[in-house]
């Protein structure tokens, strides 16, 4: 196993998705593909089993396959951050363990959730996770598990294990008080896809994402822009992302970006109930006579994936 200092996990890192037959079994070659093509389009890592991987959708024994299965199909070549977080704190302690033996770079969980939980009992949650590994932990703080604030997140980043954060809300202000308060070494990963650009100008190290699977090369401009302090044309990059985003999430989603993968020769199959695929269906023809339309109006030029339309 190649290892990875934490502290150079950054970048643009997609949110991979998790690739199914038509039968809601696991598609094992489709994922192989996404992982291939992602790493082709120079991606800087991968963050897998995660809300985007449909993680809630998947039995605890399948996690671990689609880890065995993209560990070894990276074989080195980016970090990997499998993300194990459940409702409970033994599951997730028993996947992180199996990931860190099948040699994954770093751990990431959202919170338990659905219950009310105590800041105690959250704290402890993360702190057994890191008393179980060695790995680096990435707290993953997103609003549909109940929004952490700063204070919390600055209690978490005492465990030891716990070095950064996926911080998928929209509220970038607190990025700077969070590298002010908690370290510099600390990482923050920006999770909103439609605010890569803000995420990154408030101080991001790296964005995780799930249009990162179909449009990687655009987030890896902006990411290069603003490194070169070009900032109105990181801006124009994400005005047109966010436009097949918004386009995007009033059709589906996930199922619209694997169907748009499928447009790249990229097989990354089907999504599991109750989400709705559409690939191969009359919707898809008629998103496809939406898109042409929508990619004219606006120019929408540099995007791959439309220019197989």
């Known amino acids: 196993m190649k290892i990875f200092d934490p502290q150079n996990m950054n970048g643009v890192i997609p949110a991979m998705i998790t690739s199914f037959n038509k039968d809601e079994s696991l598609n094992k070659e489709g994922i192989r593909?996404?992982?291939?093509?992602?790493?082709?389009?120079?991606?800087?890592?991968?963050?897998?089993?995660?809300?985007?991987?449909?993680?809630?959708?998947?039995?605890?024994?399948?996690?671990?396959?689609?880890i065995e299965i993209i560990v070894e199909e990276v074989n080195g070549r980016v970090p990997v951050i499998a993300h194990i977080g459940s409702i409970g704190t033994k599951l997730t302690i028993d996947l992180g363990q199996y990931a860190e033996k099948i040699g994954v770079n770093a751990l990431s969980a959202l919170p338990p959730f659905y219950y009310s939980f105590t800041n105690d009992e959250i704290f402890n949650y993360y702190n057994d996770i890191s008393n179980s590994s060695k790995l680096p932990?990435?707290?993953?703080?997103?609003?549909?598990?109940?929004?952490?604030?700063?204070?919390m997140l600055k209690r978490l980043a005492l465990i030891q294990n716990v070095k950064g954060v996926k911080y998928t809300a929209s509220t970038h202000f607190n990025f700077s008080k969070i590298k002010k308060e908690i370290g510099e070494s600390f990482k923050i990963y920006s999770g909103m896809d439609e605010m890569a650009l803000s995420g990154m100008i408030s101080g991001a190290d790296g964005i995780i994402g799930s249009f990162y699977n179909l449009m990687p090369e655009m987030f890896i401009n902006i990411f290069e822009q603003v490194k070169k302090n070009n900032i109105n044309e990181a801006k124009k990059i994400q005005e047109k992302i966010n436009i097949i985003i918004l386009y995007a999430l009033k059709k589906s989603g996930y199922p619209f970006i694997k169907m748009g993968l499928k447009w790249l020769d990229v097989d990354s199959g089907y999504v599991r109930r109750p989400l709705k695929s559409i690939i191969d269906s009359e919707n898809e023809k008629i998103i496809i006579e939406e898109l042409k339309i929508l990619s004219k109006e606006n120019d929408l030029s540099g995007i791959k994936f439309l220019e197989n339309l």
Do not use: C, W
């Open 33 to 66: 593909k996404t992982v291939n093509y992602l790493i082709s389009q120079k991606v800087n890592g991968l963050y897998i089993t995660g809300s985007t991987g449909e993680t809630f959708l998947i039995s605890p024994e399948e996690k671990k396959r689609v």
């Open 137 to 151: 932990i990435i707290v993953y703080n997103i609003s549909h598990a109940n929004l952490m604030d700063l204070d």
